[in-house]
């Protein structure tokens, strides 16, 4: 990322994310209401995230990834992960509630990222950030996984979830969807239809190529403000799978 890109960058997130949490602050008072009333717990969720991976030394040893606590409107039972652990959320999980899966289609679930992007654990744009613990495995199962992340910033929205389902799925009649299902389990094992690492690798190539505009202002830009214009149409039409 050039010094420019990244002065530009910083000052959009103080500006969208201050923006944000006014714009959307009204809305924050019924989704919180329609949450208790829909299940027992609390109205936000915190987790730990990894965020942009750093080199301890600067020569490339010691990888790292920057934790952070993410905020997020709950949209599981409080229970989501008894006697399983840490597991990817997936498409019609049964662990969603009723209200979790409306404000996930709209991701309204994202809203109380506004106050990460201020603190500055997170870009307004950027690859989704994972989960610590996730984020281990999927690195050993995909080649160049956690590259999507280096010296990056994790995102409220990107090129991937605009470009993408909640999970990492792509509509089949897209041309990402076309793409992608001639990659996805190309010998046909009936066992591994449906495999998150193949979703996780469609968010991939999108990480990569966001990652890649940063290294010159005027794509970054062209790229930034395409993807911010983009986010508010995807969640009015509700198009997270």
């Known amino acids: 990322m050039t010094p420019g890109v990244r002065l530009v960058k910083r000052l959009i997130d103080i500006a969208g994310s201050s923006a944000g949490m006014a714009l959307t602050l009204p809305l924050m008072v019924p989704i919180a209401v329609a949450i208790r009333l829909d299940s027992a717990g609390p109205v936000f969720f915190v987790q730990r995230r990894s965020g942009?991976?750093?080199?301890?030394?600067?020569?490339?040893?010691?990888?790292?990834w920057a934790d952070f606590n993410?905020?997020?409107f709950r949209t599981m039972r409080v229970d989501a992960e008894?006697?399983?652990?840490?597991?990817?959320?997936?498409k019609g999980d049964p662990r969603v509630t009723r209200v979790g899966a409306f404000l996930r289609k709209t991701r309204l679930d994202e809203l109380?990222?506004?106050?990460?992007?201020?603190?500055?654990?997170?870009?307004?744009?950027g690859p989704r950030p994972e989960r610590p613990e996730l984020l281990e495995t999927l690195a050993q199962a995909i080649p160049y996984f956690e590259e999507r992340t280096r010296g990056v910033k994790p995102g409220l929205t990107g090129l991937a979830q605009i470009s993408l389902g909640y999970s990492g799925d792509a509509s089949p009649d897209t041309e990402a969807g076309k793409v992608f299902a001639s990659l996805a389990n190309p010998f046909g094992v009936d066992e591994a239809d449906g495999a998150v690492a193949d979703d996780m690798r469609n968010k991939l190539m999108f990480d990569l190529a966001y990652a890649a505009s940063l290294e010159d202002f005027w794509s970054y830009l062209r790229m930034e403000v395409g993807i911010l214009v983009k986010t508010p149409m995807i969640m009015v039409l509700s198009k997270g799978h």
């Open 52 to 64: 942009a991976l750093m080199d301890d030394d600067g020569k490339g040893h010691a990888l790292r």
């Open 70 to 72: 993410i905020y997020k």
């Open 82 to 90: 008894k006697g399983t652990g840490a597991v990817l959320a997936s």
């Open 112 to 125: 109380p990222q506004f106050w990460n992007v201020l603190r500055g654990d997170m870009s307004l744009v």
